[in-house]
Nanobody, 124 residues
């Protein structure tokens, strides 16, 4: 599985960004595609995931109501629309795939293929 993340950038508090994760076709044979993030000095944190089977989305509490994950199967792409961004959302964001049914809550050990990461910086 190959993943290519893009769409990061610098935005002010309250702003929006849309991340994209272009996935190779075999990614859709797995259980889920997720977005993780890692801030300097912190552990990698699962943010949201989407089931490749039925499109069901899951979010951690800190992004509920602000982030929306979606998929475009025809384009082999998963998106993360981020709104009402806060400085604490600043991190490198990665997309990843899970071949395991217990992909949520997200732990990095349950995700086996990773994109290269895209930097999101939210200024205060």
């Amino acid at each position: 599985v190959q993943l290519q993340a893009s769409g990061g950038g610098l935005v002010q508090t309250g702003g929006s960004l849309r991340l994209s994760c272009a996935a190779s076709g075999s990614a859709w044979d797995l259980y889920a595609i997720a977005w993780f993030r890692q801030a300097p000095g912190k552990e990698r944190e699962g943010v949201s995931c989407i089931s490749t089977y039925d499109g069901r989305a899951s979010y951690i509490d800190s992004v509920k109501g602000r982030f929306t994950i979606s998929r475009d199967i025809a384009k082999n792409t998963v998106y993360l629309q981020m709104s009402s961004l806060r400085p604490e959302d600043t991190a490198v964001y990665y997309c990843a795939t899970s071949p395991y049914s217990d992909y949520w809550p997200p732990h990095h050990s349950r995700y086996t293929d990773w994109g290269q990461g895209t930097q999101v910086t939210v200024s205060s």
